[in-house]
């Protein structure tokens, strides 16, 4: 199936970058556009009785769930099933069990990523399809919550699937419901100048158009990872490149490496790029200090990077090399039209092993990558994705901005809320974690027990 990314935030000019989303489609043909996240497990989206200041402004209203004759809250206190399902799983949810307090018997979630931002919630169970796919819609456990970004900001999404490891993910709920054939699922996004992807479900055969997929074996527990042998920029092979533990992060922009193969790829690329006449320099750009480069007379431009810059080599476990373009490394300057900058960075997030790679949807680009949870391995190939998209998956646009005049008027009423979401102290479970969530909710005697007709937006105070 096709999915897409915005070319434009919600609010301002430039997206923040090749982060991709599929609609899902709930009761009453309520549609939300959830980005699709290899490194984190969790799916959630705003639902009705959040505040906007919790769950943020995105590209629909929140979810009435008032529409829906399935939907239910979880209680992990009267329900065994519910309460096996939320402490199977502690790295992601924890059932508050604290009789004393109104949020008694609710599950709930919450992640601290390492870029500051934070989500939470508690977990609700409805029926979910997948706008674009011929897929059977099926009874889903879910988040009702919101992501924050550090700064207070939302993103234009309305919130995230889970496409990362364990049995909560949104994959593996596919699978177990008997809605694909196989544990398995494939992604490939495009090039620099454009904004779609394709997202395969269950085991598919390409024929043909694909070139045979090479594997690795598949690391970790809880995030998709695989081991890098080396890195090599042109013919130089970067030091410290050589055993690292990397994750594949489609929700990551960019891509992160440890400092000793940063300061090396950045000076062998520099080098290499000035003997080729191009001029480089830092800049803040998006509130990095990030390395740029430019011509003084001509154009640089998707259409030309190969005249300037090398092609990126990586090799996995056991020898699974792919050759990447130079759109592995680089994106447009967000004002300079003639400019390339670095989109790589130095991992050094708080809590997060600096040792690590986290391979972010921007070293992703025109490379098929099929997970494989059956056989937990991970199958690559260079490949022209636009080509295998427009063969092979259905089509479904990108939805345009209906929403700007909406938020507005939310902005107004979202200053009555007389509720706020609980507040979740976490270590976090994502790629990008910190660790393992804690939750802390304000006891409130005015709020009634958590039972079937609960107002939602009395759970998440």
């Not at 207070?152 to 177990?176: C, I, N, W």
């Not at 043909?208 to 042109?234: N, P």
Request: hydrophobic share 40%.
């Amino acid at each position: 199936m096709e999915i897409n990314a915005y070319d434009r935030e919600l609010f301002g000019l430039y997206s923040s970058g090749h982060e991709f989303f599929l609609t899902v489609t709930l009761a009453d043909e309520q549609e939300f556009d959830l980005l699709v996240d290899t490194g984190s497990a969790q799916t959630y989206f705003p639902c009705e009785g959040c505040p906007q200041d919790v769950c943020g402004v995105h590209e629909h209203a929140y979810y009435d769930w008032r529409m829906s004759k399935n939907f239910r809250v979880l209680n992990c206190t009267t329900s065994a099933s519910d309460g096996k399902y939320c402490r199977d799983e502690p790295e992601y949810f924890e059932c508050y069990a604290n009789k004393t307090s109104k949020l008694h018997g609710a599950c709930v979630f919450g992640s601290l990523y390492a870029d500051g931002s934070e989500a939470g919630g508690y977990l609700v169970q409805d029926v979910v399809g997948i706008l674009g796919s011929e897929l059977t819609p099926i009874k889903m456990t879910f988040g009702c919550g919101g992501l924050r970004d550090a700064d207070g900001g939302s993103e234009r999404h309305d919130g995230m699937a889970g496409f990362g490891r364990g049995a909560v993910t949104f994959h593996a709920q596919l699978a177990a419901a008997g809605a694909i054939n196989a544990h398995v699922f494939g992604f490939c996004s495009e090039g620099m100048d454009t904004s779609a992807a394709m997202l395969s479900l269950g085991r598919y055969d390409f024929g043909e158009e694909l070139h045979a997929l090479e594997y690795t074996r598949m690391l970790g527990d809880t995030e998709l990872a695989v081991q890098t042998k080396a890195w090599k920029i042109g013919n130089e092979k970067i030091a410290g490149s050589s055993n690292i533990y990397t994750v594949l992060d489609s929700g990551t922009t960019m891509t992160y490496i440890p400092t000793v193969m940063y300061k090396d790829f950045v000076g062998k690329l520099i080098a290499l790029v000035r003997g080729a006449g191009l001029n480089a320099y830092r800049v803040d750009v998006f509130g990095d200090d990030t390395w740029c480069f430019y011509a003084n007379n001509a154009r640089v431009s998707a259409s030309t990077l190969s005249r300037w810059f090398p092609n990126l080599s990586i090799t996995y476990d056991p020898a699974v090399t792919l050759v990447l373009g130079p759109e592995s490394y680089l994106f447009d300057h967000p004002t300079e039209r003639s400019a390339m900058c670095l989109g790589i960075g130095e991992v050094n997030f708080p809590g997060v092993d600096a040792g690590q790679i986290i391979l972010g949807q921007l070293t992703l680009r025109d490379t098929y990558i099929e997970y494989d949870l059956e056989q937990l391995r991970v199958g690559m190939t260079v490949a022209r994705c636009e080509k295998l998209r427009k063969k092979f998956a259905t089509d479904s646009s990108p939805p345009q901005n209906v929403w700007r005049i909406v938020a507005l008027v939310l902005a107004v009423v979202a200053a009555a809320q007389l509720v706020a979401l609980a507040i979740f102290a976490c270590r976090a479970a994502r790629s990008r974690r910190v660790g393992k969530w804690h939750a802390l909710a304000p006891e409130d005697d005015r709020e009634p027990a958590l039972d079937g007709q609960i107002e939602l937006s009395n759970v998440v105070r």
